[in-house]
């Protein structure tokens, strides 16, 4: 029992040193040496728990891909109506620079889905698991084309962060009046817009 505990430990210990290396030197400039390094167990002990670096930057990269986007999911269940959701994720947001260590998380690993599928793939899963509860939520607080606008809003909440580390000024502020007529649950509609 010891041993599998300790085993678990380093396991724990290799996959945070890969999230705080991939933020800080990009995906391609994490090694064998310096992650067992960063964890604090030798190199061999990398290759015991995991068959390869890719599948340990994966599996890390998903890990904290998954937290964030779970932490926005609670948002959904506090909100009240879909303005009150925007509110709560745009303003959750606020707090990453597109700088900071997840936000570069996230688009390094973005970067390295381009050119293996099965991260693609998993990290596919991933959005779309935020994609379809978010789409559940919207439908029952009567927002047209729930998947469609769930699809559009998180990636629109990609390119604000994205975006953000060039152009400081995309705040919850700026950004919430015009993702609100996104999400505005669907009514009668009058005169021009009516007709379209």
Do not use: C
Not at 109 to 114: D, F, G
Not at 155 to 164: C, E, F, P, S, T
């Amino acid at each position: 029992m010891a041993a599998a505990r300790k085993g678990d430990l380093a396991r724990e210990r290799l996959l945070a040193a890969a999230t705080e290396l991939i933020a800080e030197r990009g995906w391609t400039g994490v090694s064998t040496r310096l992650l067992a390094e960063r964890a604090g167990v030798g190199a061999g002990v990398v290759h015991y728990h995991f068959p390869s670096m890719q599948a340990l930057l994966s599996e890390a990269a998903l890990a904290a891909m998954r937290g964030a986007l779970a932490e926005l999911g609670t948002l959904l269940e506090r909100a009240e109506d879909p303005d009150d959701v925007l509110d709560l994720v745009l303003v959750s947001l606020d707090r990453y620079t597109g700088r900071d260590p997840l936000s570069v998380v996230f688009v390094e690993t973005y970067l390295a889905s381009t050119r293996d599928r099965r991260l693609r793939r998993a990290v596919a899963r991933v959005l779309a698991e935020f994609t379809q509860a978010t789409a559940r939520w919207l439908a029952e607080h009567d927002v047209e084309r729930p998947e469609q606008t769930a699809a559009v809003f998180a990636a629109a909440v990609d390119g604000v962060l994205l975006h953000r580390s060039l152009n400081s000024r995309l705040t919850a502020n700026a950004v919430a009046p015009v993702l609100r007529r996104l999400v505005a649950p669907a009514g009668p509609r009058t005169g021009e817009e009516g007709r379209r």
